[in-house]
Nanobody
Framework: QVQLVESGGGLVQAGGSLRLSCAAS??????MGWYRQAPGQQRELVAT???????NYADSVKGRFTISRDNAKNTCYLLMNTLKPEDTAVYLC???????????WGQGTQVTVSS
């Protein structure tokens, strides 16, 4: 049974930093990533990382956010620096199963950036 457990969200002032973690279990995942959804808006990609450490970022977070993963722990991280109020959203972890290619989602963690 696949499970994704996120942690690390919270309230931070503009310019501050947070680190999100996503602990996955139940399979091996080819790609892991983070998406976010603000109230009234569509879910959008933040960053992804492959099992070979190839990364991809949304233009809005390039240079501020860093995605990484620890394959031994099946855990993905998102270090968010220089946070802006527009980064406020629910951040959701995504993982693609290496064998079935099915996508799995975490429950989401709230990130709120105050101005």
């Amino acid at each position: 049974q696949v499970q994704l457990v996120e942690s690390g969200g919270g309230l931070v002032q503009a310019g501050g930093s947070l680190r999100l973690s996503c602990a996955a279990s139940g399979s091996i995942f080819s790609t892991m990533g983070w998406y976010r959804q603000a109230p009234g808006q569509q879910r959008e990609l933040v960053a992804t990382i492959t099992i070979g450490d190839t990364t991809n970022y949304a233009d809005s977070v390039k240079g501020r956010f860093t995605i990484s993963r620890d394959n031994a722990k099946n855990t993905c991280y998102l270090l968010m620096n220089t946070l802006k109020p527009e980064d406020t959203a629910v951040y959701l972890c995504n993982a693609r199963d290496l064998f079935s290619r099915r996508d799995y989602w975490g429950q989401g963690t709230q990130v709120t950036v105050s101005s």
